[in-house]
């Protein structure tokens, strides 16, 4: 099993519609979590860092959930712009207790959306 | 806007010759990260370091890959005898020191070509 898995994809949709992905995760350990968005050939770019209490940033939602082992994002309604690779990363812990900046990914899910 | 700079951004090699890539992290940032991106694979991390010191090391091949963050000077990420399975983009990362890590900065990447 794959330490992240997100959902295969591709995600194609009409603008104004509202998408959802998931993103599992093995490490039940793991303390940090974050949804990335990466354009063609360009760097990811952190989108939202994803809080066990949820969090909304405009027309995006993150949500954890720590038992099953998920996060998920929902973007309302889509904007063309919003056709990319979504990343979702999670931090382990560090065996000496303390994390850092050692992200495993998921393999991403390509977003498209159409007029 | 001086975020993390990467050079060069597109770099060919044939196979047998060296790669290097440098990366100068945000500024009052000192905690550097190498991912590598291989085509249609996930980000993979690679190393993490710090000034003088390789801190995480656990993605690196074992031979023909290296990386060092010297006092002065950027970070060198270097690829000896280069093959066309290197073929992939790098792309580096930093965090501040006051920071767990847990949130990094990526570079736009630099895209290694082997032929």
């Known amino acids: 099993r794959k330490e992240v898995e997100q959902d295969p994809g591709p995600f194609n949709v009409p603008e104004g519609a509202t998408v959802a992905f998931n993103c599992t995760y093995s490490n039940s350990a793991s303390q940090s979590f974050f949804w990335y968005r990466q354009d063609c050939r360009k760097e990811p770019k952190l989108l939202m860092s994803v809080y066990s209490s949820g969090n909304e940033d405009g027309r995006f939602t993150a949500q954890l959930n720590r038992a099953s082992q998920y996060i998920s994002l929902l973007i309302r309604d889509s904007k063309l712009s919003d056709s990319a690779t979504y990343l979702c990363?999670?931090?382990?812990?560090?065996?000496?207790?303390?994390?850092?900046?050692?992200?495993?990914f998921g393999q991403g899910t390509i977003l498209t959306v159409h007029p | 806007n001086a975020g993390v700079m990467q050079n060069p951004r597109h770099l060919v090699r044939r196979r047998g010759q060296e790669a290097r890539l440098r990366c100068s992290p945000m500024k009052g940032h000192s905690h550097v990260y190498w991912y590598r991106q291989l085509p249609e694979e996930g980000l993979k991390f690679m190393v993490y370091l710090q000034k003088e010191n390789i801190i995480d090391e656990s993605g690196m091949p074992k031979e023909r890959f290296s990386a060092e963050f010297p006092k002065e000077g950027p970070s060198i990420l270097r690829i000896q005898q280069v093959v066309r399975g290197d073929s992939a983009a790098y792309f580096c990362?930093?965090?501040?020191?006051?920071?767990?890590?847990?949130?990094?900065?990526f570079g736009e990447g630099s895209w290694l070509t082997v032929v």
């Open positions: 990363a999670v931090n382990p812990l560090w065996a000496g207790g303390t994390s850092y900046g050692k992200l495993t």
């Open positions: 990362a930093s965090s501040p020191p006051a920071d767990s890590g847990n949130t990094i900065y």
